[in-house]
């Protein structure tokens, strides 16, 4: 390709306080619409904002996170533009001095190297209503529950190169706001959405393209085809010698396409201003060190961890560290089998992820918790079971029928690990195929697996697999 591609993400993270950023109206998702609106966020004359301290405090966490610049002194500001959900004609944000500014992030590529991006700036915002089409006919409905919930805005420098590479950087976000309990990450309910700023250039420039910018995106794959498709329709544009024009598009999934929504607008364009009913955000050392002390452990040092002090690879310890919950959750499993760490990342990578996502389940109401996963991985690791008939046992513990000592004892399901019991049965299957004895003895080795298989069929799967196959082979040897 004589194209580079140029890309920057602008993600919208709605900050998981329980009241708005510039009011007291509730913040809770699913409510009746225009139930949770109050006159400031109507912008209702008379009214005056008051800073949510909460929002304060996550935007501060995020900086931290991410090595950036907390601002000792940050401005909100009006952003002046109509639209129909929103009430005031303006949106409070930061613009000129904003909270967080200058971080950076490491995100991992296919190849296993990894790649830093910059982090522009974060700044603190209101969202806006919104609007509701498919429930009216020729109208349009207008729902204000959303308007002031508080937004941390994070801004990305053009770094990445391809959507794969903006992907890995929008789920390394996805994470560590969840990480940080800041956001729930819920993107099918628009509490973490993204918009998508791509241009092209000859390779070897220094001067960036015109880009354009592909509005609120909300599932990783979305983003992925949305700027695939904006970086094939731009190509076409340039080399059959068109120009871009810069604007703002829109992400048509079941066409999978974007199209132009409006011309995209400067800053001048919004006409900011200091917001004359608020004071400067100050932010003082003491606010930050608290901050700093309540951090949890973040995404890339329990990888690191979990691969220093469970011996786990790199590949394993970065499935398991994907949210906090999951992490957790392994960590328990782990201390509940007495400490068998790979087997732990096995079964809890395998099985148990795979039922909770065929059942749709979260980790916190899964049938089977981690002192019951433990429980059972404690049983395989003690030659109660087998690892076969282990996953008998985890079904069931996941349909209600207990725990597994409950499940072994109930199904009879416990290992034959007597050996004088399963030579007495190799004996017999022996006795009863001595052709197949004789052309094994003769150098048919693949006939080892049907001696097996008939020695598992005779004990129900029972045998203890390690006994049963040295003694076989010592009894097939003569």
């Given at each position: 390709?004589?194209?580079?591609?140029?890309?920057?993400?602008?993600?919208?993270?709605?900050?998981?306080?329980?009241?708005?950023?510039?009011?007291?109206?509730?913040?809770?998702?699913?409510?009746?619409?225009?139930?949770?609106?109050?006159?400031?966020?109507?912008?209702?004359?008379g009214?005056l904002?008051?800073?949510?301290?909460?929002?304060?405090?996550?935007?501060?966490k995020?900086?931290?996170?991410?090595?950036?610049?907390?601002?000792?002194?940050?401005?909100?500001?009006?952003?002046?533009?109509?639209?129909?959900?929103?009430?005031?004609?303006?949106?409070?944000?930061?613009?000129?001095?904003?909270?967080?500014?200058?971080?950076?992030?490491?995100?991992?590529?296919?190849?296993?190297?990894?790649?830093?991006?910059?982090?522009?700036?974060?700044?603190?915002?209101?969202?806006?209503g919104?609007?509701?089409?498919?429930?009216?006919?020729?109208a349009?409905?207008?729902?204000?529950?959303?308007?002031?919930?508080?937004?941390?805005?994070?801004?990305?420098?053009?770094?990445?190169?391809?959507?794969?590479?903006?992907?890995?950087?929008?789920?390394?976000?996805?994470?560590?706001v969840?990480?940080?309990?800041?956001?729930?990450?819920?993107?099918?309910?628009?509490?973490?959405?993204?918009d998508?700023?791509?241009?092209?250039?000859?390779?070897?420039?220094?001067?960036?393209?015109t880009?354009?910018?592909?509005?609120?995106?909300?599932?990783?794959?979305?983003?992925?085809?949305?700027?695939?498709?904006?970086?094939?329709?731009?190509?076409?544009?340039?080399?059959?010698?068109?120009?871009?024009?810069?604007?703002?598009?829109?992400?048509?999934?079941?066409?999978?396409?974007?199209?132009?929504?409006?011309?995209?607008?400067?800053?001048?364009?919004?006409?900011?201003?200091?917001?004359?009913?608020?004071?400067?955000?100050?932010i003082?050392?003491?606010?930050?060190?608290?901050?700093?002390?309540?951090?949890?452990?973040?995404?890339?040092?329990?990888?690191?961890?979990?691969?220093?002090?469970?011996?786990?690879?790199?590949y394993?310890?970065?499935?398991?560290?994907?949210?906090?919950?999951?992490?957790?959750?392994?960590?328990?499993?782990?201390?509940?089998?007495?400490?068998?760490?790979?087997?732990?990342?096995?079964?809890?990578?395998?099985?148990?992820?795979?039922?909770?996502?065929?059942?749709?389940?979260?980790?916190?109401?899964?049938?089977?918790?981690?002192?019951?996963?433990?429980?059972?991985?404690?049983?395989?690791?003690?030659?109660?079971?087998?690892?076969?008939?282990?996953?008998?046992?985890?079904?069931?513990?996941?349909?209600?029928?207990?725990?597994?000592?409950?499940?072994?004892?109930?199904?009879?399901?416990?290992?034959?690990?007597?050996?004088?019991?399963?030579?007495?049965?190799i004996?017999?299957?022996?006795?009863?195929?001595?052709?197949?004895?004789?052309?094994?003895?003769?150098?048919?080795?693949?006939?080892?697996?049907?001696?097996?298989?008939?020695?598992?069929?005779?004990?129900?799967?029972?045998?203890?697999?390690?006994?049963?196959?040295?003694?076989?082979?010592?009894?097939?040897?003569?």
């Amino acid at each position: 390709m004589e194209w580079e591609v140029v890309i920057g993400l602008e993600i919208h993270a709605q900050l998981a306080t329980r009241s708005k950023i510039f009011s007291g109206a509730a913040t809770a998702y699913g409510a009746a619409p225009n139930t949770q609106a109050c006159a400031i966020d109507l912008g209702m004359p008379g009214v005056l904002p008051v800073l949510n301290a909460e929002a304060v405090r996550m935007a501060a966490k995020f900086g931290l996170a991410i090595g950036a610049t907390v601002a000792e002194r940050s401005v909100f500001a009006r952003k002046n533009y109509f639209y129909p959900d929103l009430p005031k004609g303006y949106q409070i944000s930061q613009y000129e001095l904003p909270v967080v500014s200058q971080g950076t992030l490491d995100i991992e590529l296919e190849d296993g190297t990894t790649k830093t991006i910059g982090v522009t700036r974060a700044h603190l915002e209101e969202d806006a209503g919104k609007s509701l089409h498919e429930e009216f006919a020729n109208a349009t409905g207008i729902d204000l529950n959303r308007a002031g919930t508080p937004l941390l805005e994070i801004v990305s420098e053009p770094d990445m190169r391809s959507a794969k590479e903006a992907v890995a950087y929008m789920k390394k976000i996805h994470s560590l706001v969840r990480y940080l309990g800041i956001c729930d990450g819920n993107m099918q309910e628009g509490s973490f959405r993204c918009d998508a700023n791509v241009s092209l250039r000859k390779k070897g420039s220094e001067k960036f393209g015109t880009r354009t910018e592909t509005k609120n995106l909300n599932s990783f794959r979305f983003v992925e085809r949305a700027i695939n498709y904006e970086i094939e329709r731009q190509m076409d544009v340039l080399e059959s010698g068109g120009s871009i024009v810069q604007e703002t598009r829109l992400y048509d999934a079941n066409k999978d396409e974007t199209r132009s929504m409006r011309s995209k607008e400067e800053a001048n364009d919004y006409r900011y201003f200091p917001d004359p009913d608020l004071l400067p955000l100050a932010i003082d050392a003491a606010f930050l060190n608290t901050v700093r002390a309540a951090l949890p452990e973040l995404p890339d040092a329990k990888k690191q961890r979990f691969m220093d002090e469970y011996g786990l690879s790199f590949y394993d310890a970065g499935v398991l560290t994907t949210s906090r919950e999951l992490a957790d959750f392994y960590e328990a499993v782990a201390a509940a089998c007495g400490g068998q760490a790979k087997l732990a990342a096995n079964w809890v990578m395998g099985d148990f992820s795979a039922f909770l996502n065929r059942d749709n389940h979260e980790i916190a109401d899964a049938p089977v918790n981690a002192a019951m996963l433990g429980g059972l991985l404690a049983r395989i690791e003690d030659n109660t079971i087998s690892g076969k008939i282990a996953k008998e046992v985890f079904e069931a513990m996941w349909a209600g029928e207990g725990d597994a000592d409950t499940v072994i004892e109930k199904r009879g399901l416990k290992q034959i690990t007597d050996s004088s019991a399963i030579e007495a049965i190799i004996d017999e299957i022996i006795a009863a195929n001595p052709a197949q004895v004789e052309q094994y003895r003769g150098g048919k080795d693949k006939l080892f697996g049907f001696f097996v298989g008939q020695a598992m069929k005779a004990t129900q799967g029972k045998a203890n697999p390690q006994q049963l196959n040295e003694l076989l082979k010592r009894k097939l040897a003569g």
